[in-house]
C-alpha cells in the first residue's frame, strides 16, 4: 500500500509541476470569461447559458487532461526505463499500475476542483442559482466518468503507440455521447438484428453521458439531488467499466517483457 502510494505521488507532484493542467485551466477559463461577457450587453438573465458552457468546457477539459496524462504514464516508464528499478525492489505489477492510477486520478482531482472553483465564482457573480448537493453530485459523477477514461487510456496505451492511444481515447470520449443518442432515434427503426447490435454497442462502450449531471445543475432550481440508490447503481455503472479496462490493461502489462 505504501509503495502504491508513493507511485501516486509522485505522478501527482509530476503532473502539479508541469505547465500542461494551468495551460488547459487557463485556456478554459478565457473561454468561460468570454461566455461572462454577456454581464457586459446587460444580458445577465443568461445565467444558464453561462452555466451551461463552462460545465461543458470543463468536463471536456477535464477528459481530456486525464486521457493524455494517463495514456503517457507506462510508455514513458519504459522508454526511460525507469520502470525496471521500481520493480525489482520488488513492486509487483499490480501495485505498480494501482499507484500510478491512483495519481493520475489525483492530478485529475485537482485539475476538476481548479475548474469548479472558477464556475463557483462566475456563478455567484452571474447570480446563477446553486445547488450544494447537485454540485457535490456532479463532482462525484464526473470524477467516476474520469476513471474509466483512465483506465481505458491505460489498456490503450499498451497495445497502441502513445500517440494512437490518446487519440482513440478522445474519439471514443466523444462518440460515447452520440452513440447513445443515436441509438436511442435508430431503434425503432431498425430491425431485431439491428437492434441487438445497437444494444451490444451501448453495452461496448460506456456511456458516459449518464455520469453527467450538467443538465441538473444548470437548471437546479427545479431538479433535486438525485437518490441514493440512484447514485449507487451509477458508481457500480462506473465500477465495472473501470475494473474491466484495468483488468485488460493489467493482463497487458503482465505479458510486457521487461
Avoid at 495514456?71 to 500510478?100: D, H, N
Avoid at 453530485?137 to 464526473?142: G, N, S
Avoid at 449531471?213 to 431538479?223: C, G, T
Amino acid at each position: 500500500m505504501r509503495a502504491a502510494w508513493l507511485i501516486a505521488r509522485s505522478v501527482l507532484v509530476e503532473a502539479v509541476r508541469r505547465k500542461e493542467i494551468y495551460a488547459i485551466v487557463l485556456v478554459s477559463c478565457l473561454v468561460i470569461a468570454g461566455v461572462m461577457s454577456i454581464d457586459f450587453f446587460g444580458l445577465r438573465g443568461l445565467s444558464k447559458f453561462y452555466c451551461e458552457v463552462s460545465l461543458a468546457v470543463m468536463s471536456t477539459a477535464a477528459a481530456l487532461t486525464t486521457i493524455v496524462l494517463a495514456a503517457r504514464q507506462l510508455p514513458r516508464e519504459f522508454e526511460a526505463r525507469t520502470i525496471y528499478p521500481l520493480l525489482a525492489k520488488p513492486v509487483s505489477r499490480a501495485t505498480f499500475m494501482a499507484g500510478k492510477l491512483l495519481g493520475v486520478m489525483l492530478a485529475a482531482a485537482f485539475c476538476f476542483a481548479l475548474f469548479m472553483a472558477v464556475y463557483i465564482g462566475g456563478a455567484v457573480y452571474m447570480g446563477s442559482h446553486l445547488s450544494l448537493g447537485l454540485l457535490l453530485q456532479f463532482v462525484y459523477l464526473q470524477l467516476l466518468a474520469l476513471l474509466i477514461l483512465a483506465t481505458l487510456a491505460f489498456w490503450l496505451s499498451l497495445w497502441l503507440n502513445l500517440d494512437a492511444a490518446i487519440t482513440l481515447g478522445a474519439v471514443l470520449y466523444f462518440a460515447a455521447s452520440i452513440i447513445m443518442t443515436s441509438v436511442s432515434y435508430l431503434y425503432d427503426y431498425v430491425s431485431n438484428a439491428g437492434k441487438v447490435v445497437l444494444k451490444t454497442i451501448l453495452y461496448v462502450v460506456p456511456q458516459l453521458r449518464l455520469l453527467d449531471l450538467s443538465e441538473k445543475v444548470v437548471h437546479s432550481d427545479v431538479w433535486k439531488p438525485l437518490g441514493i440508490s440512484t447514485i449507487a447503481a451509477l458508481t457500480i455503472y462506473a465500477a465495472v467499466y473501470a475494473t474491466l479496462y484495468f483488468a485488460l490493461a493489467y493482463l497487458s502489462f503482465r505479458r510486457k517483457p521487461l
